[in-house]
């Protein structure tokens, strides 16, 4: 388990390289302003994906991340 500071750090880096640095600011300020649930967030986010299919991309993701180096 990492720390905290680690975490965060990993975190704002892989959503600047997904997002780009504005648009990762900004999922922060909208995760930081409105009153958040991650829990339902995620139930909403996947109610439509079958459970095969959402397996199958964890799977597919655990093994890119395998094969990756690690972000530091």
Do not use: H
């Not at 990993?10 to 600011?25: N, P, S």
């Not at 900004?26 to 109610?47: A, G, H, M, P």
Request: proline share 3%; hydrophobic share 35%; aromatic share 12%.
């Amino acid at each position: 388990m990492q720390n905290d500071n680690v975490l965060k750090s990993q975190g704002m880096k892989i959503l600047a390289e997904y997002l780009g640095v504005v648009e990762a600011e900004r999922f922060i300020t909208l995760v930081k302003r409105e009153s958040f649930d991650y829990t339902e967030w995620q139930r909403e986010l996947y109610q439509d994906v079958p459970l095969k299919t959402f397996l199958q991309n964890a799977a597919d993701f655990r093994c890119k991340q395998n094969t990756q180096p690690k972000i530091q």
